[in-house]
């Protein structure tokens, strides 16, 4: 455009001179002046797309944040209305609320049961846990086996901590944790046990190895890995259900021992 441009305006000097190499040398220069021109033009033109790209962006950004606090929102309020008909339903059926329920646990701390090693002891108290009690009164939920392999010395025991619950299994030589299983609500392990009461009914045995021995598959079809040559922790909900967990190659089974 700038070189038409060019050689319109110098026609006349074409026309009028002898020399054509000093008309082409003319057009070259006020090209290249007219080039040097545009470019500060290219560089305001360059920085304004950048900008309007960077307030498209931000305005895409705050609509995105917009929908997401709104659907957070719409989340938080279908979660209070459930809520309220589960707090409404509790207090027609007289049932309490689970911070009462859990309140109502009996948990004692580790050194009250002197029969667990200190070493356990010692690694339950670490962990903050205290171990919750059934209703029936007699001082239980740690118990000890071989639970993970053959030959093993191990103790299972139920830690609260927060109003939650694990089974740790624990070496009683060195009281480092191994595994742990069944995490739950305190307040999920209590039922009505009559007369208007409530009672905590998560209990810990250890189950020999020949009270499972002829199982092949667990109760989720997998199958247990043979022979079984060592103990399971049974988990009962007393007067309900109890559940047997047998580890096997890092895994657990379980396999339904009552209902």
Not at 19 to 28: A, P
Not at 42 to 67: Q, Y
Not at 150 to 164: F, H, I, N, R
Request: charged content about 25%; hydrophobic content about 40%.
């Amino acid at each position: 455009m700038y070189l038409a441009l060019a050689s319109i305006v110098l026609r006349p000097v074409a026309t009028h001179s002898r020399d054509s190499s000093l008309y082409v040398r003319t057009i070259m220069i006020v090209a290249s002046f007219c080039l040097a021109c545009a470019a500060p033009r290219d560089d305001l033109m360059e920085a304004d797309s950048a900008k309007a790209a960077d307030a498209i962006r931000l305005r895409f950004g705050r609509t995105k944040a917009d929908v997401e606090a709104a659907d957070s929102a719409r989340r938080d309020l279908a979660l209070r209305v459930v809520q309220q008909k589960v707090d409404s339903e509790r207090i027609a059926r007289s049932i309490p609320s689970n911070a009462e329920l859990s309140a109502m646990v009996r948990r004692l701390p580790p050194d009250s049961l002197d029969f667990i090693p200190r070493i356990v002891r010692a690694a339950l108290n670490e962990r903050g846990c205290l171990i919750p009690q059934p209703f029936e009164g007699k001082s239980r939920n740690a118990v000890t086996g071989a639970f993970t392999a053959k030959g093993a010395a191990e103790w299972a025991v139920l830690c609260s901590v927060g109003g939650s619950s694990q089974i740790l299994i624990i070496d009683s030589q060195s009281g480092e944790v191994i595994d742990s299983l069944n995490e739950g609500d305190d307040a999920d392990g209590l039922q009505g046990i009559g007369g208007g009461k409530w009672g905590y009914s998560r209990a810990l045995n250890r189950l020999s190895k020949e009270a499972i021995g002829h199982r092949l598959i667990d109760d989720y079809g997998k199958a247990i890995p043979q022979p079984i040559d060592h103990d399971a922790l049974d988990v009962a909900f007393l007067e309900k259900a109890s559940v047997a967990h047998y580890r096997a190659g890092g895994n657990w089974y379980r396999v339904i021992t009552s209902d």
